[in-house]
């Protein structure tokens, strides 16, 4: 990936994270559980670095 690539992705997050604090405390811990789910999906479909794990 990238520099360019990630400094979108970085700067997405960022954007996310900023609209989800704005939101009621209710709202907020939904949106986080998305944006977690979501991010962790993402992680589980990245190429390991190390061969075989």
Known sequence: MSDETEQHLDEGL??????IETQPLAD?????????????RRLDQAPSPVPGV
């Open 14 to 19: 960022l954007t996310r994270v900023r609209i």
């Open 28 to 40: 907020r811990a939904a949106a986080y559980a998305t944006l977690h789910d979501e991010l962790s």
